[in-house]
Every structure is written in structure tokens, then in C-alpha cells.
């Protein structure tokens, strides 16, 4: 199956700081990257679905200025959690879409993000 | 708007014994259903893709079925073995490609 890899695979930050995860599809091209997060035994919660060249869709409740998304390629999309504070301390899960529509979603690794 | 369920939340059984992991969804009006594994700490890893025009998929010792019109789909994995142990998720996916996330239904498999 297609391979999406996500850097960092865990990240400590304090409270205040930026940081940027990385998702990447590696052998496909993605149209369409989503973005999830998951809380400690809860459901995966989509934040937003980004398709290349233009700006995210986010679910409701998602504040687009906290959680910057950029999907510059066909093979990279970030997210950047701005001015971390520790309720962000979240598992953060990218997964890419194999072509147009309803094509197969495949999910990366998770990124832990821990806000000190 | 589509809600997902996973009965149990969490199951204790000794190897060996068959596992049955429900999945209930309260919309019919789904494009595919899927089965997810999750280990802790770990990404999601696909087990079985089941189109809404399917009643069945099967791989090796994993069988999932789906009802729609019941709104219903079970997973089930014979002979359970240690390394079952993890969570299973269940997942929808509606005609606009987005997927609705049971909570996960958490799985221990003792020696």
C-alpha cells in the first residue's frame, strides 16, 4: 500500500512556541491531505481537509489561526500549531488521499505533541 | 449528521477465542465502510475496506460484514492471538470522501 510518513514523530514544546509537523505522501501523489486529532482513547477528530495549491477547509470549532495548514505540493502538507499552550498536547494524525473523490485514504504515523 | 459507535469499548478474552467487534452508524447514506488497527502510540494501519454495494470482505483470519440498511458492520477475527492485542477502529465514509471515526473499541488478547 502507499507509504505517508509525518515528521516529527514526537515533539516537546513550551507553551507559547510554534511548531510544524510534516506530512508526506511517499510514493503517490496526494490531491487531498486531511488532518486529525486524536485525544487519549477517543475517536480520531478531523480539524481539516487541505487540498493542493488552495487554502483548508476546517471542521467546525477549528481555529484556522491556531492550526495553520499548508499544502504546497502534491506530496507535502504541514501543520503548524501556533502559540502552543498545553491543552494542544494532542496526538496528530495526517493522512493523504490517492487521487480525486473517494479514492483509498492512507494514514501516517501520528506526531505526539507535548505543550509544556 | 453521522454518528459512529463501537460496542464494546474494551475486551479481555484468552488466545484462542474468536473476537467480535461491533459497529453501528446512524446514517445509511455511507460510501464504504473500514476496519482500522491502531497500536498505542502508533498511526492507523487498514484491515479490511467494505463498499457500501458489499455485504462482506475477508482476509486470512478476519471477516468483516456490513449491513447498511441496519446500519450495523462486525468484525470478526478467529482464533485470537496476543498479537491481536490493540485497538480497532471502525470508520464510514460519506459521498463527499470524508471519513466519520468510531471511538475505537480496545482489545486485549491474555496468553
Known amino acids: 500500500g502507499a507509504v505517508v510518513s509525518q515528521h516529527p514523530s514526537r515533539v516537546i514544546c513550551k507553551s507559547g512556541t510554534s511548531v510544524k509537523i510534516e506530512c508526506r505522501s511517499l510514493?503517490?501523489?496526494?490531491?487531498?491531505m486531511f488532518w486529525y486529532r486524536q485525544f487519549p482513547k477517543k475517536s480520531l477528530m478531523l480539524m481539516a481537509t487541505?487540498?493542493?495549491?488552495?487554502?483548508?477547509?476546517?471542521e467546525q470549532g477549528v481555529e484556522k489561526d491556531k492550526f495553520l495548514i499548508n499544502h504546497a505540493s502534491l506530496t507535502l502538507s504541514t501543520l503548524t500549531v501556533t502559540s502552543a499552550h498545553p491543552e494542544d498536547s494532542s496526538f496528530y494524525i495526517c493522512?493523504?488521499?490517492?487521487?480525486?473523490?473517494?479514492?483509498?485514504?492512507?494514514f501516517g504515523p501520528g506526531t505526539r505533541l507535548t505543550v509544556t | 449528521k453521522q454518528e459512529v459507535t463501537q460496542i464494546p469499548a474494551a475486551l479481555s478474552v484468552p488466545e484462542g477465542e474468536n473476537l467480535v467487534l461491533n459497529c453501528s452508524f446512524t446514517?445509511?447514506?455511507?460510501?464504504?465502510l473500514q476496519w482500522f488497527r491502531q497500536d498505542p502510540g502508533k498511526g492507523l494501519t487498514s484491515l479490511l475496506l467494505i463498499q457500501s454495494s458489499q455485504r462482506e470482505q475477508t482476509s486470512g483470519r478476519l471477516n468483516a460484514s456490513l449491513d447498511k440498511s441496519s446500519g450495523r458492520s462486525t468484525l470478526y477475527i478467529a482464533a485470537s492471538q496476543p498479537g491481536d492485542s490493540a485497538t480497532y477502529l471502525c470508520a464510514v465514509r460519506d459521498s463527499w470522501g470524508k471519513l466519520q471515526f468510531g471511538a475505537g473499541t480496545q482489545v486485549v488478547v491474555t496468553p
Open positions: 487541505s487540498n493542493e495549491g488552495s487554502k483548508a477547509t476546517y
Open positions: 510514493d503517490f501523489q496526494a490531491t487531498t
Open positions: 446514517d445509511s447514506a455511507i460510501y464504504n
Open positions: 493522512s493523504a488521499r490517492d487521487g480525486a473523490g473517494v479514492g483509498e485514504q492512507y
